[in-house]
């Protein structure tokens, strides 16, 4: 069996007790895989994905080579991340200090990031989209078809080449509060869908184009096995936006885009959203949406209590706490001990971390968690 | 037609009307009823509605937002009549985010509901360090320190703002309160805060309890 089916028959459930363990949920900051070639990996780990696929055993996992969502920039596949604006801003410097600087990024937002770690949140001082002239012009940025934004150059020949593929390729489908955050702001956005709603429904409209266009562009010359959706939608404490909100705003512009989708052959579309997203859960399930990822410990999220109430309408990927990885062996061995024989012999789950693996995580704990993950739970 | 302005002032801030919480403030100043008045029965009872709305799950972030927007635009209408009557601030709080981390979101929202009931909130801002706390401790001589931390890598920072309080003796003077996704009781209680607070509303039930006021 191929990689590719057996990511196809774990995810429908056709496959229990054993896994599918990829790059994907289990990312790493550029501070951690410093660490870790202090440490002793090779320090081709901090530049090349290839590389650490290689170093840490993982299967390939591959997305389209478009970009339809948000775009890292970073060293490591990481962040900085912007919007996927074509033509990108001019990254302008505008002011410096000892460890910081202000920047205009390549997503048109003014920012204030650490100098010597690009890579951390920065702090966001102002978005380009405050009313709807900004947004007119921004959104000529997010064309779906400008050229810049299909990366290979010989279309034909990358479908051709992704038809003989033995590995499991997604594709990305955007964003209706994500991406919108991203270009007004995290406050500026919660406050628009009051101050001007018909400027977010405008916005999630354009998207919910975008999304459809590479969609169908994408699809027509290549059968992709997963789709995906960006959203970070929810903090510790639930939703950034009621679930009355997501339904009214969000809701139908999802149903387009999984209709389409599955319309098209694709029946895993998953969801990325940190946080505790168990309030919009039974909303995604509801909108065509049966996969949910990194299902945040430290937010309340628990993958056997997930399985136990949804049954079969949630692929479940990550739910590994990344704190367990920073305390040490015994913690790592009490985290899968405990969620792992269950979530695998139900199928439709992929072990992943809860986030980006922080730079507090030892190479040590990290090996010892993908050792023991194999030797114990590999079926 | 008489008018209930504190009551209008409490469904207004519940609806988020910024402008009308600013009117009807104004209008009730006119009509001579008492800045403190205003404040606790019409500006920190809307806040309290909303925080109400917020534990019973039908209030979310824009709708706390919309409210402490208008609570605030309230509150700018009444501070010179507040300043006048000699009504003072609940308490005083020095907010900040942790050293090594950026994020302000949190922070802005305890910021706001805070301003909103009664609080004075003197914002530091992000990447704070030890020192810098430390130093608006002994120009601000605040009641209580808030800080907020998202990150795993960044909340241990925390206790070294303890520590330089108290290297000064200044540690017991101040109450400190801790909140942020990385957060938790337990931590809190290792590292030896005064409080943790899951929310924005949980905060002002912990800055009220260490001004030992129940509104």
Same mark, same amino acid.
């Given at each position: 069996?191929?990689?590719?089916?057996? #990511?196809? !028959?774990?995810?429908?459930?056709?496959?229990?007790?054993?896994? #599918?363990?990829?790059?994907?949920?289990?990312?790493?900051?550029?501070?951690?895989?410093?660490?870790?070639?202090?440490?002793?990996?090779?320090?081709?780990? $901090?530049?090349?994905? !290839?590389?650490?696929?290689?170093?840490?055993?993982?299967?390939?996992?591959?997305?389209?080579?478009?970009?339809?969502?948000?775009?890292?920039?970073?060293?490591?596949?990481?962040?900085?991340?912007?919007?996927?604006?074509?033509? /990108?801003?001019?990254?302008?410097?505008?002011?410096?200090?000892?460890?910081?600087?202000?920047?205009?990024?390549?997503? @048109?937002?003014?920012?204030?990031?650490?100098?010597? =770690?690009?890579?951390?949140?920065?702090?966001?001082? =102002?978005?380009?989209?405050?009313?709807? @002239?900004?947004?007119?012009?921004?959104?000529?940025?997010?064309?779906?078809?400008?050229?810049? /934004?299909?990366?290979?150059? =010989?279309?034909?020949?990358?479908?051709?080449?992704?038809?003989?593929?033995?590995?499991?390729?997604?594709?990305?489908?955007?964003?209706?509060?994500? $991406?919108?955050?991203?270009?007004?702001?995290?406050?500026?956005?919660?406050?628009?869908?009051?101050?001007?709603?018909?400027?977010? *429904? =405008?916005?999630?409209?354009?998207?919910?184009?975008?999304?459809?266009?590479?969609?169908?562009?994408?699809?027509?010359?290549?059968?992709?096995? #997963?789709?995906?959706?960006?959203?970070?939608?929810?903090? !510790?404490?639930?939703?950034?936006?009621?679930?009355?909100?997501?339904?009214? #705003?969000?809701?139908?512009?999802?149903?387009?885009?999984?209709?389409?989708?599955?319309? !098209?052959?694709?029946?895993?579309?998953?969801?990325?959203?940190?946080?505790? &997203?168990?309030?919009?859960?039974?909303?995604?399930?509801?909108?065509?949406?049966?996969?949910?990822?990194?299902?945040?410990?430290?937010?309340?999220?628990?993958?056997?209590?997930?399985?136990?109430?949804?049954?079969?309408? *949630? &692929?479940?990927?990550?739910?590994?706490?990344?704190?367990?990885?920073?305390?040490?062996?015994?913690?790592?061995?009490?985290e899968l001990d405990r969620k792992t024989p269950f979530l695998l012999s139900q199928g439709g789950y992929f072990p992943g971390i809860d986030h980006f693996i922080p730079e507090d995580v030892s190479l040590e704990n990290f090996q010892f968690y993908l050792d023991y993950l194999r030797e114990h739970f590999a079926g | 037609m008489e008018v209930d302005y504190l009551e209008s002032i409490v469904t207004a801030i519940d609806e988020g009307e910024t402008e009308q919480v600013a009117e009807l403030t104004q209008k009730a100043l006119d009509e001579g009823i008492p800045a403190k008045e205003l404040m606790e029965r019409g500006l920190v009872r809307g806040m309290e509605k909303v925080g109400e709305k917020f534990k019973e799950g039908v209030a979310y972030l824009p709708e706390i937002l919309i409210a402490a927007r208008a609570a605030n635009r309230g509150l700018e209408v009444l501070k010179p009549a507040i300043t006048k009557s000699g009504v003072k601030p609940k308490g005083k709080v020095v907010i900040g985010t942790i050293e090594g981390d950026l994020h302000d979101i949190g922070k802005n929202m305890v910021k706001f509901v805070l301003q909103g009931n009664g609080f004075e909130v003197i914002d530091l801002g992000v990447d704070v360090s030890a020192a810098q706390f430390h130093q608006a401790v002994v120009e601000e001589k605040p009641d209580m320190v808030a800080i907020s931390a998202l990150l795993t890598t960044t909340m241990v920072n925390i206790p070294s703002v303890l520590e330089t309080l108290g290297k000064t003796g200044l540690r017991g003077g101040v109450k400190i309160m801790v909140g942020g996704a990385s957060l938790t009781e337990e931590y809190a209680q290792e590292v030896g805060v005064d409080a943790y607070g899951e929310d924005c509303f949980q905060a002002v039930e912990i800055a009220r309890r260490f001004m030992g006021v129940t509104s």
């Amino acid at each position: 069996m191929t990689g590719r089916e057996r #990511f196809l !028959k774990i995810a429908r459930f056709e496959l229990p007790n054993t896994f #599918f363990l990829s790059t994907y949920n289990h990312a790493m900051w550029h501070k951690t895989l410093e660490r870790w070639v202090e440490e002793g990996a090779p320090k081709e780990i $901090l530049s090349s994905t !290839k590389a650490r696929l290689g170093y840490f055993g993982f299967e390939r996992i591959g997305m389209v080579h478009v970009e339809a969502s948000f775009l890292t920039l970073g060293k490591t596949g990481g962040p900085p991340f912007i919007p996927p604006v074509r033509p /990108r801003f001019e990254l302008k410097v505008l002011e410096e200090d000892e460890r910081t600087r202000v920047i205009i990024d390549e997503g @048109g937002r003014k920012l204030r990031q650490y100098k010597d =770690d690009p890579q951390r949140m920065p702090a966001w001082l =102002d978005a380009p989209v405050k009313n709807r @002239g900004d947004w007119d012009e921004y959104k000529k940025r997010l064309d779906p078809h400008h050229p810049e /934004r299909w990366l290979e150059p =010989d279309w034909g020949a990358y479908a051709e080449n992704l038809s003989q593929r033995d590995y499991p390729l997604g594709v990305d489908v955007g964003s209706f509060y994500g $991406l919108l955050r991203e270009w007004t702001g995290a406050e500026r956005l919660m406050y628009l869908f009051y101050d001007d709603p018909e400027l977010v *429904c =405008d916005m999630m409209a354009h998207m919910e184009y975008f999304s459809t266009e590479i969609i169908q562009r994408v699809l027509k010359d290549i059968q992709v096995d #997963f789709a995906v959706f960006w959203e970070d939608i929810a903090w !510790k404490g639930g939703p950034l936006i009621s679930p009355k909100m997501f339904r009214e #705003f969000m809701m139908p512009h999802y149903k387009k885009v999984t209709e389409l989708l599955h319309r !098209k052959g694709v029946d895993i579309i998953f969801v990325d959203s940190d946080g505790d &997203i168990s309030e919009l859960i039974p909303l995604w399930v509801e909108s065509g949406v049966n996969g949910m990822y990194p299902l945040e410990v430290a937010a309340g999220m628990d993958a056997v209590k997930l399985r136990k109430q949804y049954g079969k309408q *949630c &692929i479940l990927w990550g739910n590994i706490d990344k704190r367990a990885l920073a305390k040490g062996k015994e913690a790592i061995k009490e985290e899968l001990d405990r969620k792992t024989p269950f979530l695998l012999s139900q199928g439709g789950y992929f072990p992943g971390i809860d986030h980006f693996i922080p730079e507090d995580v030892s190479l040590e704990n990290f090996q010892f968690y993908l050792d023991y993950l194999r030797e114990h739970f590999a079926g | 037609m008489e008018v209930d302005y504190l009551e209008s002032i409490v469904t207004a801030i519940d609806e988020g009307e910024t402008e009308q919480v600013a009117e009807l403030t104004q209008k009730a100043l006119d009509e001579g009823i008492p800045a403190k008045e205003l404040m606790e029965r019409g500006l920190v009872r809307g806040m309290e509605k909303v925080g109400e709305k917020f534990k019973e799950g039908v209030a979310y972030l824009p709708e706390i937002l919309i409210a402490a927007r208008a609570a605030n635009r309230g509150l700018e209408v009444l501070k010179p009549a507040i300043t006048k009557s000699g009504v003072k601030p609940k308490g005083k709080v020095v907010i900040g985010t942790i050293e090594g981390d950026l994020h302000d979101i949190g922070k802005n929202m305890v910021k706001f509901v805070l301003q909103g009931n009664g609080f004075e909130v003197i914002d530091l801002g992000v990447d704070v360090s030890a020192a810098q706390f430390h130093q608006a401790v002994v120009e601000e001589k605040p009641d209580m320190v808030a800080i907020s931390a998202l990150l795993t890598t960044t909340m241990v920072n925390i206790p070294s703002v303890l520590e330089t309080l108290g290297k000064t003796g200044l540690r017991g003077g101040v109450k400190i309160m801790v909140g942020g996704a990385s957060l938790t009781e337990e931590y809190a209680q290792e590292v030896g805060v005064d409080a943790y607070g899951e929310d924005c509303f949980q905060a002002v039930e912990i800055a009220r309890r260490f001004m030992g006021v129940t509104s």
